[in-house]
C-alpha cells in the first residue's frame, strides 16, 4: 500500500515525483494518524488526500465550507475516472436522497459535504452505515476561532464527528495559519506535534507590488491594457466600488463579470461559472468572493482598496498563479482606506476586545503597505515562517528600486516631534505640527511653540505622513492603540536621535509584463481547443490542463505520445482522453511554421510536481549580461527581467568594468557621439546632469553615460 503513491500520481496527474510535504502527509494518512497540512495555496494540498482515498479501504469525506469548490473538484475527479460526488444545498431534495442511497452502496471514493449536512440525521445515518478511510477539513482555518475566517458552525462538526466511532483519522488543510490557529485545530483534533506538516507559506512564482500615489483607474487602465489575454480578479471594499468599477471596465470593452453579496444567488453562481470557464476575463469582487475558487490561470489579483489584515491579503492574493506560472499581486493604496476599514471593524458587531485584535491587524496592513522591506519577506515574517524569509528579488521593494534617499535628518525631526508631544498624539496631528499648519488643534494645544513646529514646512503633509508611516513600518516608531492610535518611541527610535542608525527610503515605480519564452499564438491555439473539449465535457478548461502545461507543450513541441506524457501535468489517463487531440493541433501548427524549433529539449526531468521557480546562479548584471551578448535589446531585458532600463545598463557597464566585451555603438551613432564629447568637455567632467541639460532633449542617460564609458570619461 505504502509503495502505491508514486504510480497514481504518475498515471493519474501526470508527476513523477511529489512537491514538499506531499509524500509526508500521505504517509501520516496511509498510516491512520491524524494529520494538519499547512502548504501554500497552489502547494498541492488536494492531492495529500486524493491519492490515500484511492489506495485505503472505505470512502472519503471531505468536508468543505464552499459550494462552487466541491462541484469543481468532483468534476476534476470525474474526468480521470475516480468515482465521486457532492452533497450541498445546491441539489434538490430527491437528488439528494438519490446521492445518500449511492453512498449506502459504496460507490463513491470521494463524498465532498458541506458543514451543514452533519445537522441532518439522515446523512449521520448514511455516513455510519459505511466503511470511513477519513475525514479531510479543507479551508481548516474556518474551525478555528483565531482565524480571520472563522465560521462557528464548522468548528461544531468536530464534536459530533467523534461520537461516530468508526471514524479514526481526521486530516485538515489550510493554507493560511498563524500560530494561534495552528494551535488551535492541533488541540481540537487531538493532533500530535509530529505530525503537523507545514512547508511554510512562500509563494516563489507570485510578484507582490504596493502602487500608492496614483490615480488607481488610471493605473488599472494602463495595467489591462498590457493583460487582455489574461485572466484576473479585481477586489473592491465595497459593493458600491464593485458596481462602479464592472460599469466602468465593461464600457471599455472588457469581458468582466462581478460578484457580491448584493447579487442573487442565480447571478453570482452565473458570474462565477463563466469567469472560471473562462468565459469573462476579469472578475470584479468583494471579499464574498473566491475561497475555493481553484481556478488554476488567474495571472494577476489587484486589490483597489487595502484589506483589513495581512491573513485575508495573503489568502485572497494567492488566488493568482495556482499553476505555479509568474502571477502579479498589486495591492493599489491610498490612505483613505485606513479611514474605510476602522470604519468598518466600528460598524461590525464584535466586542472591545476583539476590536482591539482586529486594529492590531489593521496595523500591521497599513506597515505591509509602506515598509521598504521585501513585500514577501515581510509576509512570511508575519506568519512566523522564518526559515523561508530571504529577499525575494521580485516583489516591487525589491526589483524598483532607484537610488537610496537618506532620510535620517527627517526621521529625527519626526521623532523629535512625538517625543516633544508626549507620545500622546497620532500621525496626523504629528504631520500637522511639522508641516507648521495652522490648523485650530495644534494652536489649541500649544504645539506652535514647539521646536519641531514646521520644521518640514518644505513637504506636504501627504509626504510626511508616508514618511511616518515608513517609520513604523519599519519598526523605528511605534503606533499604540485601537480606533484612535497614538505614536510612541521605542529603542530603535532612540538609536536614530542618538545618530546611531541611519534611515533610508527607496522609490517604486509600477509592475512591467514578462516577454513570454514559450509560443504565445500556439498558447492561444491550444486554449482555444481546450475551451472547445471542455465545454463538451461542461467542465472547467483548467480540469482538461493547466495553463503551466500548456505553456510547457508551448516550449517543447511534443511530436509522440512518449514526449507528450514527459510533459508536467500530463499523466496516462489525462492523453488517453486528450492527448491525440493536442499533439494533433501541435503538429498542424509546426507544419505552419516548420523553421520553429522547441525552445527546450524535453527531458526526463521535466514532470517533476516542484512548480516553485529554479534559482538562476549567475550573478544579476551578468543574467543581463548574457541577455544582451544573445542579441536582446536593452528595453527586452528589462521587460525580461523586470527591472528599470538604467538598472540593465548599469548591468552592461558592470560586465564591461570585469572585461567582458560589449559593442557601445549600437547605443548611438558617430554623430551623437561626437557631440556628446564635445559638450562633455566644456562642462565638469564628471557630472552628468549638466551635460544632459546642455544636449539636444533625445540624448537619454543611457545614451550619454555609454558614450563616456566607450572613451573612459566615467
Not at 326 to 334: A, G
Not at 401 to 408: G, N, P
Not at 508 to 515: D, F, K, L, R
Not at 679 to 695: F, G, S
Request: hydrophobic share 35%; proline share 3%; net charge neutral.
Amino acid at each position: 500500500m505504502f509503495n502505491q503513491p508514486e504510480k497514481i500520481l504518475q498515471s493519474y496527474f501526470g508527476y513523477a515525483s511529489f512537491r514538499p510535504g506531499q509524500k509526508k502527509v500521505i504517509d501520516h494518512i496511509l498510516h491512520k494518524r491524524h494529520t494538519l497540512a499547512i502548504m501554500p495555496t497552489g502547494g498541492g494540498k488536494s492531492l495529500c488526500y486524493q491519492i490515500p482515498g484511492l489506495i485505503m479501504d472505505g470512502t472519503a469525506i471531505i468536508i468543505s465550507p464552499l459550494i462552487s469548490l466541491m462541484k469543481d473538484q468532483v468534476d476534476a475527479l470525474l474526468s480521470l475516472g475516480i468515482s465521486a460526488t457532492f452533497i450541498n444545498s445546491s441539489l434538490s431534495n430527491s437528488e439528494q436522497q438519490k446521492r445518500l442511497k449511492e453512498i449506502k452502496t459504496g460507490r463513491y471514493q470521494f463524498v465532498y459535504v458541506a458543514p451543514e449536512r452533519f445537522e441532518s440525521g439522515l446523512f449521520l445515518h448514511t455516513i455510519q452505515s459505511i466503511p470511513i478511510s477519513f475525514v479531510a477539513f479543507d479551508e481548516a482555518h474556518c474551525i478555528s476561532q483565531w482565524g480571520h475566517d472563522f465560521r462557528p458552525s464548522y468548528r461544531l462538526i468536530v464534536p459530533i464527528l467523534k461520537q461516530l466511532h468508526h471514524i479514526d483519522t481526521y486530516v485538515a488543510l489550510t493554507a493560511t495559519a498563524t500560530e494561534a490557529v495552528i494551535s488551535d485545530i492541533q488541540e481540537l483534533l487531538d493532533i500530535h506535534p509530529e505530525h503537523i506538516v507545514n512547508t511554510g507559506f512562500k509563494r516563489e512564482n507570485l510578484s507582490f507590488h504596493v502602487v500608492k500615489g496614483k490615480d488607481k483607474r488610471n493605473y488599472l487602465r494602463h495595467f489591462l491594457e498590457k493583460r487582455t489575454e489574461e485572466s484576473g480578479i479585481i477586489y473592491a471594499a465595497t459593493r458600491k466600488q464593485v458596481d462602479g468599477i464592472y460599469e466602468w471596465l465593461r464600457r471599455e470593452g472588457y469581458s468582466v463579470g462581478k460578484y457580491h453579496a448584493g447579487l442573487s444567488e442565480n447571478e453570482r453562481q452565473r458570474a462565477q461559472t463563466q469567469f472560471v470557464h473562462d468565459e469573462t476575463n476579469l472578475m470584479i469582487a468583494t471579499n464574498a468572493f473566491g475561497m475555493g475558487i481553484d481556478k488554476s490561470n488567474v495571472r494577476f489579483v489587484i486589490h483597489y482598496a487595502m484589506p483589513m489584515n495581512i491573513e485575508s491579503y495573503y489568502q485572497e492574493a494567492g488566488r493568482a498563479g495556482r499553476d505555479g506560472e509568474p502571477s502579479d499581486c498589486i495591492l493599489l493604496y491610498s490612505p483613505q482606506d485606513v479611514q474605510l476599514q476602522k470604519f468598518l471593524i466600528e460598524q461590525s458587531m464584535m466586542d472591545d476586545v476583539t476590536k482591539e485584535r482586529e486594529y492590531e491587524h489593521l496595523q500591521a496592513m497599513i506597515n505591509y503597505c509602506h515598509t521598504h522591506s521585501c513585500l514577501a519577506s515581510y509576509i512570511l515574517q508575519y506568519f512566523n515562517d522564518l526559515e523561508a524569509i530571504e529577499a525575494c528579488e521580485t516583489c516591487s521593494n525589491c526589483t524598483y528600486r532607484k537610488e537610496k534617499i537618506d532620510i535620517t535628518e527627517e526621521a529625527q525631526m519626526i521623532l523629535s516631534c512625538v517625543k516633544r508631544m508626549d507620545e500622546r498624539y497620532g500621525i496626523s496631528l504629528t504631520a500637522k505640527v511639522l508641516r507648521g499648519s495652522k490648523d485650530k488643534k495644534v494652536r489649541e494645544l500649544g504645539f506652535t511653540k514647539l521646536s519641531t513646529y514646521g520644521l518640514l514646512s518644505h513637504y506636504t503633509e501627504r509626504d510626511i505622513t508616508e514618511r511616518i508611516q515608513f517609520l513604523i513600518a519599519e519598526g523605528l516608531l511605534q503606533s499604540v492603540g485601537g480606533r484612535y492610535p497614538t505614536l510612541k518611541l521605542n529603542a530603535k527610535s532612540v538609536e536614530v536621535l542618538k545618530g546611531k542608525r541611519h534611515v533610508t527610503m527607496y522609490a517604486a515605480p509600477i509592475p512591467t509584463v514578462e516577454t513570454a519564452d514559450y509560443y504565445y499564438d500556439l498558447f492561444m491555439e491550444l486554449r482555444q481547443l481546450r475551451k472547445q473539449i471542455a465545454d463538451e465535457m461542461a467542465v472547467p478548461p483548467y480540469v482538461l490542463f493547466s495553463d503551466a502545461t500548456l505553456k510547457d507543450m508551448c516550449r517543447y513541441l511534443p511530436k509522440t505520445e512518449e514526449e507528450f506524457l514527459q510533459i508536467k501535468g500530463v499523466g496516462e489517463r489525462k492523453y488517453e482522453q486528450y492527448g491525440e487531440a493536442f499533439l494533433k493541433r501541435i503538429a498542424l501548427w509546426h507544419a505552419s511554421y516548420p523553421d520553429k524549433k522547441a525552445r527546450i529539449q524535453i527531458t526526463d526531468h521535466r514532470r517533476t510536481n516542484d512548480s516553485s521557480p529554479k534559482k538562476d546562479t549567475r550573478s544579476s548584471h551578468m543574467i543581463s549580461y548574457d541577455l544582451f551578448k544573445s542579441g536582446k535589446t536593452l528595453k527586452e531585458i528589462a521587460i525580461i527581467r523586470d527591472l528599470s532600463l538604467m538598472t540593465i545598463v548599469n548591468h552592461i557597464f558592470k560586465a564591461y568594468q570585469e572585461g567582458h566585451t560589449v559593442i557601445w555603438d549600437i547605443f548611438f551613432t558617430e554623430e551623437e557621439e561626437t557631440l556628446v564629447l564635445e559638450k562633455q568637455r566644456e562642462i565638469d567632467e564628471r557630472r552628468l546632469k549638466p551635460l544632459k541639460e546642455a544636449l539636444p532633449e533625445e540624448y537619454s542617460y543611457t545614451k550619454i553615460k555609454a558614450i563616456l564609458v566607450k572613451h573612459s570619461l566615467i
